[in-house]
């Protein structure tokens, strides 16, 4: 923001959104591609609830460096908290219907409901992005706006990949903490932009999230690809692509250790009261006290 000739709105909305926290696509790419989705949702929780703090913190410190003057009177605070109590709400909510309602339906009709969510925001924020004058479209901006709202993307996913390889995390961990890193919650910023902006100032600003999250799009899809093609994920590099999409290998796997706990467990109890006994044939019987 300080560097590139960026205009007021787009940097200010650029600074809101690079400091939010992640949003709810990055537990959707993990399940999707099957890295850690535990510790992406685990993730996703515990930067949302610091985002309360840490959030305005941020945009205390970063606002004033790059304005020289005081632009918090412009945020909309009631607007922010807002939206920030809504990804709390969905995440407590989430993890207390998976915790009670054991149902793979459920989980897969709830996922689809979530993907709908996301398209129709994605859909309306490329609606309000494209409207207005021509200097305002998303694909007549100045070079800068590309490259200060991709920046921020990409550097995160190389550096958090580098990070977690260098502290020795088990290969879907780091994709997981990679794809975490670099994703941010463009619907905060589409929140604010919607409440502080008008006009021309507002089609500026709407074009940040929505840039954004093509660039999350691509950089973040081509990242798992290539994670899983390289071992990286749960899923086989072998397995075909639409296998590995529609397939959860984590909730399998879950489920291939809750059967086998489940065996052994049946064969402890099998093995501690059985009794034996010959009919008249001479056949012997085993009874099993289970």
Request: glycine share 6%; with cysteine; net charge negative.
């Amino acid at each position: 923001v300080m560097t590139l000739p960026l205009k007021f709105a787009t940097g200010l909305t650029l600074l809101v959104l690079t400091s939010s926290p992640g949003g709810s696509y990055p537990n959707w790419w993990c399940s999707l591609f099957n890295a850690d989705l535990a510790l992406s949702v685990s993730m996703t929780a515990i930067s949302t609830i610091l985002s309360i703090v840490m959030l305005p913190l941020n945009l205390l410190l970063f606002t004033r460096f790059s304005y020289n003057t005081d632009v918090l009177h412009i945020i909309d605070w009631t607007a922010l908290f807002v939206a920030l109590s809504v990804v709390i709400i969905a995440i407590s909510g989430g993890l207390y219907c998976s915790a009670n309602f054991h149902s793979r339906k459920f989980n897969k009709y709830s996922n689809k409901l979530g993907n709908a969510a996301g398209l129709l925001l994605i859909i309306f924020s490329a609606t309000v992005t494209n409207t207005g004058d021509a200097d305002t479209k998303i694909w007549s901006r100045h070079w800068s706006f590309y490259v200060a709202v991709a920046a921020p993307c990409l550097g995160g996913l190389v550096l958090a990949t580098v990070l977690s390889t260098l502290l020795n995390l088990h290969r879907p961990e780091r994709v997981t903490v990679a794809i975490e890193a670099c994703y941010q919650n463009v619907g905060i910023a589409t929140s604010l932009a919607l409440a502080m902006f008008e006009g021309d100032d507002l089609n500026e600003a709407m074009g940040v999230p929505f840039f954004y999250g093509v660039v999350e799009a691509v950089f973040v899809g081509t990242y798992c690809l290539l994670a899983w093609k390289m071992n990286w994920t749960k899923a086989p590099s072998n397995a075909p692509l639409w296998q590995v999409i529609f397939t959860s290998y984590e909730v399998l796997e879950q489920e291939d250790k809750e059967s086998m706990g489940s065996e052994v467990n049946l064969s402890d109890s099998a093995n501690l009261e059985h009794m034996e006994e010959r009919n008249e044939n001479g056949f012997l019987t085993t009874y099993f006290n289970l």
